[in-house]
């Protein structure tokens, strides 16, 4: 693997591939010494252009259990902001030696360009894309599902029959992209629950087997996971629903639908979560909520994609 870019073009070996390597790691992580030698000389960059806390710190984590060197490059107060171009800054990165860089920029196809530019010759991770694509996100999705299903048993596996629901803002959301590819070449069954106005207009070519606007409605078909979407305000530039008050009593999961849930389900955000419009503190804190399994296993899914990435690869050093 060279990049990884999105889940569209992810093979079911590949991603499978990815999460039995995050299973490794994942067990490795909760030995009193978590630190792993393998990327050892190596040097990931965190390059975001757009705002993240979890996602950056996330992929810090990973690269530091793996004992990558980590630069962390974010475009406030940087020469980005002085209008410095993607080309300059990954020549510069690339000048300094970075072997991966990971990516998240407010442009949907930022990381294909730099993957494809030839600025760079450093692998390239996609941590979101506009609207476009969140890859890791994803896999980390997955990994929390097959985990919950399949406990120790979850090597191997794909997604094969299980249900799930994506509820809310999906026309902004390249988490829920990124789900859907996934999810479908995993084999589950995925719904989309959303207002008309936030269901983007060519999701009858996605790889979905139902569409629904009433969350009641999608509640009755019984799915193994609901997944909540944040409402996106800062893609919105249009009134897309009559207000926050009427977006949670129709499109949010309080805890009259969250009683609702079959028995064994699991509810999921991918955070941050905006408690009160698109989940309930009591969706949010109960059992079935998997939120900070999903912040966990997100660290494990990320060593796995660098792992993947970078071991591989020589330094100058071991090559001479
Ligand atoms: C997601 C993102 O940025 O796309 N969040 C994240 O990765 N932590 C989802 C979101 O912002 O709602």
Known sequence: MRHLLDTQSLSRDDAIRILDVAEDMRDTQSREVRKLPTLRGKTVVNLFFEDSTRTRISFEAAAKRLSADVINFSAKGSSVSKGESLQDTAQTLQAMGADAVVIRHGASGAPQTLATSGWITAGVVNAGDGTHEHPTQALLDAFTIRKRFFGDDSRGRDLRGLRVAIVGDILHSRVARSNVWLLST??????????????????????????????????????????????????????FFPSEREYSRRWGLDAARLARLPEGSIVMHPGPMNRGLEISADAADSPRSTVLEQVANGVSVRMAVLYLLLAGTNTEEEAE
Do not use: C, K, Y
Request: net charge negative; glycine share 2%; proline share 9%.
């Open 186 to 239: 995993l084999g589950a069954f995925v719904t989309l629950v959303a207002p008309p106005t936030l269901l983007p207009q060519n999701f009858a070519a996605w790889p979905i087997s139902h569409a629904a606007h009433d969350l009641d409605e999608a509640i009755a078909l019984e799915p193994d996971a609901i997944m909540m979407l944040r409402i996106q305000m800062e893609r919105m530039n249009a009134a």
